[in-house]
């Protein structure tokens, strides 16, 4: 795990937390923000305190965080939209932007800086074309290995474990797992899950 006296400074929100998703970091503009002092945040998992949701209202947080998972990977994590639980004011939208801090072999935190959203990224508007295209007879944009892999992810199983389960190479898992999230237009697992169940392929 990655120090906890690692510091940051950002003029906007933002709380890192290690692999366990244990916030270990909450600056003064989450606090601000997000309405919980330090005191209450830090040790807390970030899934249970914040219950993040997507931009269509559907669970984003969990114990099996594909984030988490990506900065396990050593993977790129893209920006995305999500709504935050705060300590006073319901539910609050974010543009949310990760950053992965390693400080060792095995050792990582993922630091989450929050701004105030803007227009619904060029993405997820593109999806809902994509939708009607994929409902419309065009399931075999995905080939069964992407459709399979896609069930597998949600099932929350990490590069490795898929990898096992299909009986091929990580290196093979996860360039199956690029082309799924590249051809169903979205930045991450979660996303890529999250659209699947949408449109049924999962």
């Not at 994590?77 to 006073?88: D, E, I, K, N």
């Not at 974010?94 to 989450?112: A, K, Q, R, W």
């Not at 809902?128 to 295209?133: D, Q």
Request: glycine share 8%; charged share 20%; hydrophobic share 40%.
């Amino acid at each position: 795990m990655a120090s906890q006296t690692t510091n940051f400074i950002t003029g906007d929100a933002a709380f890192a937390v290690d692999r366990r998703g244990v916030i270990v970091l909450w600056n003064p503009e989450a606090e601000k923000a997000l309405g919980y002092r330090a005191g209450e945040a830090l040790g807390q998992r970030c899934w249970k305190l914040l219950a993040g949701q997507d931009v269509f209202g559907n669970r984003y947080c969990s114990e099996y965080c594909p984030l988490r998972e990506m900065a396990v990977q050593h993977e790129s994590v893209h920006g995305f939209q999500a709504s935050l639980r705060t300590a006073a004011e319901g539910r609050k939208k974010f543009s949310i932007s990760c950053l992965l801090v390693y400080d060792g072999p095995g050792n990582g935190l993922v630091l989450h800086i929050c701004r105030p959203p803007q227009e619904a990224p060029e993405h997820v508007q593109h999806n809902h074309v994509e939708n009607h295209r994929l409902h419309n007879g065009h399931r075999a944009a995905l080939t069964q290995r992407e459709l399979e892999v896609l069930e597998l992810l949600a099932e929350g199983k990490t590069t490795k474990e898929i990898a096992s389960l299909m009986c091929i190479s990580e290196a093979t898992a996860r360039n199956h797992i690029q082309h799924t999230l590249h051809k169903l237009h979205v930045h991450n697992r979660l996303e890529a899950v999250v659209l699947g169940q949408r449109l049924d392929l999962i």
